[in-house]
């Protein structure tokens, strides 16, 4: 060896074998230990085949968090979480970690659903607890998906495909959800993979659409504006309904198309109304994460040819608090446009005030979970005066959602409340209807020619 040479370090086969199968940021197996180990019980248990389960662990809103405080504080979480996980596990369990936020385990001492839900809920507190970042603690949830062998499949790649349905259905029920996988589970989500094919191709050939539900002034029930609302009518499924398809546009990433489809259609039909008419139009969670919504909504406006004073969009608090740096640069700029932003399902939050002390909205929606019992609970009753007073000070606008009868009309208008919709007042219709009502109204007041000017 000449000198200076360096002698490079003889790793062992036994150390590359080691390295292959470890994660190197948590120390954890990975997904070929996680193999390997469940190929080894299901060869063990061969003769007399008893259950083990395996699931997955995946962290709610990890995302935001690491692209909020960088990546090292990310890591550190999922150094901390490796760490619960290890601690918490039953004897003889396996934990790996498969990339991402995603961690999995096998437990060879849990035979069925029961023990499994209750390994799930332990794991999901253990994980819900605060994280130290040196000088902050965030807080994260996370989904938890089983499969027991070998019910839920025999060979690893089944057994595997089983806990990820599982899963994805406990992240499609909300957070920190935990759920065991079943074959009526799996027919749920192949009927969701269905509906997602065939939404994707109504897109395609706008076949989706848009029905409108008027927004009035309770003082004397003049027409104000109109909610835009999804319909879809599908040739095989039927209706379909937009609490269903919705949601599954914003999983499955693409409620962008679907949202943008739904506005041009909205703002096309608006374009009909007379000009002191508004729109208002809901906006999903992802698209107050990405930060190119405001141009998106901006630039089909502009292709339409409607004025962004006539556009109200309606978000969650919920929505709002996913990202809540970027959805605040995107409320700023198309309120910076003229386009006028409302809080939705008001009060329905865990702190609804905070989020009008920290954001700037035009508009407060009160959810029909309070209008409904106005006339019955004195709490409801009294929630829905205190947020009308508080919006009066704000110099809030306030729209009370849900209205089914003349009794609660009257009791909103007199405790304040200026603006309503729902079905006491009229139920969705689509464009063609909508227009002939706006007609209507406007030649009962002889009033038509300066409206529509």
Sequence with gaps: MKSGDQTLPQVSQNELQAMAYTDPLTGLGNRYRMRDKVRMLAAERADDPAPFTIGIANLDGFKPINDLFGTAAGDEILCQVAHRLKACVPDGATVTRHGGDEFAFVLPLIFERFSAERVGQMIKEVLSAPYDLGDRNVRLSASIGFAVYPFAGEEFEDLLKSAETALYRSKRRGRGQITVYSREIAQEMKRATQIEQALRNAIINDAVDVHFQPIVNLENNTVLGFEALARWNDADLGFVSPAVFVPL?????????????????????????????????????????????????????????????????????????????????????????????????????????????????????????????????????????????????????????????VIEAKKLKAMGCAMGQGYFYGRPADAAATLDCVHSFYQNTGAIESAFA
């Design 249 to 405: 546009a914003e999983e499955r990433g693409f409620i962008d198309a679907l949202s943008e489809t739904l506005l041009r259609k909205a703002a096309e039909a608006a374009l009909s109304w007379p000009r002191d008419l508004f729109l208002s139009f809901n906006l999903s969670s992802a698209q107050l994460m990405d930060p190119s919504t405001a141009l998106n909504i901006l630039s089909i406006l502009g292709r339409v040819g409607l004025d962004p004073h006539r556009l109200e969009l309606e978000i969650t608090e919920t929505a709002v608090m996913t990202s809540a740096e970027t959805a605040q640069k995107i409320i700023s700029e198309l309120r910076h446009a003229g386009v006028r932003i409302s809080l939705d399902d008001f009060g329905t939050g865990q702190s609804s005030l905070g989020r009008l002390r920290d954001f700037t909205f035009d508009k407060v929606k009160i959810d029909r979970a309070f209008v409904s019992r106005i006339t019955t609970d004195r709490a409801s009753e009294h929630i829905v005066k205190a947020i009308v007073a508080m919006c009066d000070g704000l110099d809030l606008e306030v729209v009370a959602e849900g209205i089914e009868s």
